[in-house]
């Protein structure tokens, strides 16, 4: 499962601006596949992992979505803007991952479920370093942690679709195949995805 290493940088990549994320989270989860999750490292350079696994939240609609009961304190920054990172405490151990999706309002989201050589969520905010400190800000060099992508989408070919994963309250939710993932295997091979809002 490649990541990247801190010296080394995919040509024609470029950050995703807050165009990209302003779509409905199923196109963006779907999207980020191939694409690099970038952060400093210990020694301020930037280290990229690949994106290889995510999963979508639509919106209050959606029943496992943590905004389909309306706004909280914990959730506030699910309501946009797109283009911000949401970041909340799973099982009160774990840190989850998400980037805000769509319209403001809108509690919509994608959560990030496996990059570089972490698989699983927790696994991947752990290995990073990344914490609740992040949620609110913009996925962008400022804000410290954000994605890089170009070229093209990964093939249809290579996407499996499945349900989301410990998602079994959400009755008929659970079953909506909103989970996207491609072999990291195969990414460094195909171009990076680097699709933008119509």
């Excluded at 969520?121 to 996925?139: E, H, N, Y």
Aim: hydrophobic share 40%; net charge positive.
């Amino acid at each position: 499962m490649p990541n990247m290493p801190a010296s080394a940088h995919p040509r024609g990549c470029h950050p995703l601006a807050a165009d990209f994320f302003d779509r409905p989270a199923d196109r963006v989860a779907r999207d980020l596949l191939g694409a690099w999750l970038v952060i400093p490292g210990p020694n301020g350079r930037p280290t990229r992992h690949v994106v290889f696994e995510t999963e979508a939240y639509l919106g209050a609609h959606d029943l496992a979505c943590h905004g389909s009961k309306g706004m909280t304190r914990r959730n506030a920054t699910m309501f946009g803007p797109a283009g911000r990172w949401y970041v909340y405490l799973c099982y009160g151990m774990h840190w989850m991952l998400n980037i805000v999706t769509g319209d403001r309002g809108v509690p919509a989201a994608v959560l990030i479920r496996g990059v570089g050589a972490h698989v699983g969520p927790g696994r991947v905010t752990k290995a990073l370093g990344i914490d609740r400190s992040f949620d609110g800000r913009p996925a962008t060099r400022r804000g410290g942690l954000w994605f890089e992508a170009g070229g093209s989408r990964v093939p249809q070919r290579l996407v499996e679709r499945t349900p989301r994963i410990g998602v079994g309250y959400a009755g008929a939710w659970a079953q909506k195949p909103l989970r996207f993932v491609v072999d990291p295997d195969e990414l460094p091979t195909i171009p990076l995805s680097g699709s933008r809002k119509p």
